[in-house]
């Protein structure tokens, strides 16, 4: 079974950092892209980044250009979002998910995909 799950979310004070992890189960990651997506209350999902098998990196998120950055282990099946300066317009469910099964390549949509994980809670506040 294709499986995703994020952890790392919490609350952090601005300016502050936060370490997402996605791990990935139920298929080859290495040969398959995984994308990063948030969604705030009331608003839609948006992209963030996307990282293909074999480390290309396609950014979505203008508004948090020079902030976040991704990166995976394939061979520990995890992706990583790593998170700083945050502000407080931040908050969130941050996403992991992958196109399923011809998901080699970043979708040229940010928020287009057809696993998701859970989704895990950033909250920025003082």
């Known amino acids: 079974q294709v499986q995703l799950v994020e952890s790392g979310g919490g609350l952090v004070q601005p300016g502050g950092s936060l370490r997402l992890s996605c791990a990935t189960s139920g298929f080859e990651m290495n040969k398959f892209a995984i994308g990063w997506i948030r969604q705030a209350p009331g608003k839609e999902r948006e992209g963030i980044w996307c990282?293909?098998?074999?480390?290309?990196?396609?950014f979505y998120g203008g508004h948090v250009r020079g902030r976040f950055t991704v990166s995976r282990d394939n061979a520990k099946h995890t992706v990583t979002l790593e998170m700083n300066t945050l502000k407080p317009d931040d908050p969130a469910v941050y996403y992991c998910a992958l196109r399923y099964p011809d998901g080699g390549d970043c979708p040229t949509l940010g928020h287009v995909y057809d696993v998701w994980g859970q989704g895990t809670q950033v909250t920025v506040s003082s």
């Open positions: 990282i293909t098998a074999s480390n290309l990196k396609t």
